[in-house]
């Protein structure tokens, strides 16, 4: 009976759906990697993730900060005014949806420059509006995701999350079993393709849902309409430019990587191959488990703003303190079982020893990583962006001068030395800052 009313608890259901629709996920994820490194290869791979810095930019600008305001404000709004979330939602999509416009015809006329003297990698300037295409779509579906996260129900969204992995998945397989009957040589822009392909089965999915739902729906009162998009606004635009900044480092940190390799020793092939290993295999296992961290950060966020806007201390403090603790556990559990395996995920699936190799050592950063995620994610539902954008901001410093100091001169051993460091420094101070701030 007491488990029964758990699942009651829109958080623990929550966290559930997203959690099963993630694994899942991850799952066909996992073994679309191992297709796509034995069909493209490990330099084929490296390219189609240079891409992604991009992407992970588009998506700063458009929808980020936008996503996780109508999450908060949603939240709050919905028992005092009803039609206040459909409100929020029809803004958040007309904002994302101009600027998810804008960006696309942005990389369609500059994708050679981008590519190029951006990126250093010529063979991506095919790839990138192909991407662009993707934009305008995950923008919407984030908005209505962000909706639902608010009103505490992820079974669309999990469900959304899902489709777009199958829909990927599923188009990619197609296209190369028409091409390889062809004979048409498979390279990296299948798989930009697949992304496409992914965000649009989400886009149906999630408009087909919003549709069909019979939630009060919200007249156009202009007063009310622009009082709604000033307090979404500054709410989103800050948390959008610290997202941004953070999304710059990070994908100059990416783009840094394969030409330190080169001052290392490697040719340019080896230099994309390596990289490719190690962000198109090994990351991809290692960042498996955070299925169920991501699960729990999307909806715990309004849950703890919704505390914080009760004045229910002992409910923030209870869940930070169980947060901890469920982070270190889970966290070495996956450590421990990484390096049991990594060398046979390596070299059984991937067919690379290297992979192998990769994973052992980036075992290590699992408790921290799934700490700092979760407490960024309290942070924000308290009204704390500050914080984690700065915590963010020093791991990347740390990373990017492991990257641009010491990989020349010890090679990529010493990147993922700085994986580990930066990890360990920005949750041990997510823990100090919510000590001074809340827990004392």
Not at 67 to 88: H, M, N
Request: hydrophobic share 50%; with cysteine.
């Amino acid at each position: 009976m007491q488990i029964l009313n758990k699942l009651k608890n829109p958080v623990i259901s929550g966290t559930l759906l997203l959690t099963v629709s993630g694994i899942l996920g991850k799952i066909i994820g996992f073994f679309y990697r191992i297709f796509l490194s034995r069909t493209i290869g490990a330099e084929g791979l490296g390219i189609y993730q240079l891409i992604f810095p991009i992407s992970t930019i588009c998506f700063a600008l458009t929808v980020s900060g936008i996503s996780t305001a109508l999450s908060k404000y949603i939240a709050e709004y919905q028992e005092s005014d009803p039609t206040s979330p459909k409100r929020f939602l029809r803004i958040g999509i007309l904002l994302s949806g101009i600027l998810s416009l804008f960006l696309m015809l942005l990389l369609f006329r500059y994708s050679g420059f981008i590519a190029e003297h951006i990126l250093l990698e010529p063979r991506c300037a095919p790839l990138i509006p192909i991407l662009a295409c993707s934009i305008p779509l995950a923008s919407v579906h984030s908005c209505i995701h962000g909706y639902y996260y608010g009103k505490k129900k992820a079974a669309i969204p999990a469900a959304s999350s899902f489709m777009e992995q199958f829909a990927r998945v599923a188009f990619v397989f197609f296209v190369y079993q028409i091409w390889s009957e062809q004979g048409k040589p498979v390279d990296a822009s299948i798989a930009v393709w697949g992304l496409v392909f992914g965000e649009a089965g989400a886009f149906l999915l999630c408009i087909t849902a919003l549709l069909c739902s019979n939630e009060p729906k919200a007249a156009p009162k202009t007063k009310k309409v622009t009082s709604l998009t000033a307090k979404l606004l500054s709410y989103s635009v800050p948390l959008s430019m610290n997202r941004l900044a953070l999304t710059l480092f990070a994908s100059f940190e990416s783009i840094l990587i394969p030409s330190r390799l080169c001052l290392f020793g490697y040719s340019q092939t080896d230099a994309l191959s390596v990289f490719g290993i190690l962000t198109g295999m090994a990351l991809s296992v290692v960042m498996f488990p955070t299925v169920f961290t991501n699960s729990v950060s999307v909806m715990i966020l309004p849950a703890i703003s919704e505390a914080d806007s009760r004045n229910d201390d002992k409910k923030i403090s209870r869940t930070i303190y169980q947060t901890i603790f469920t982070c270190l556990l889970l966290g070495s559990f996956c450590t421990a079982a990484l390096l049991l395996t990594g060398k046979w995920i390596g070299c059984f699936l991937f067919g690379n020893a290297l992979a192998g190799t990769f994973i052992r050592m980036l075992s290590f950063i699992c408790p921290f990583l799934f700490l700092s995620s979760l407490l960024s994610s309290i942070m924000h539902g308290l009204g704390m962006p500050g914080y984690p954008f700065l915590l963010n901001l020093l791991g990347i410093a740390v990373r990017i001068f492991f990257v641009y100091v010491l990989i020349p001169q010890h090679g990529l051993k010493a990147y993922l030395t700085g994986m580990l460091l930066s990890q360990i420094l920005t949750s041990a101070l997510s823990v100090w800052i919510l000590w001074k701030k809340r827990l004392r």
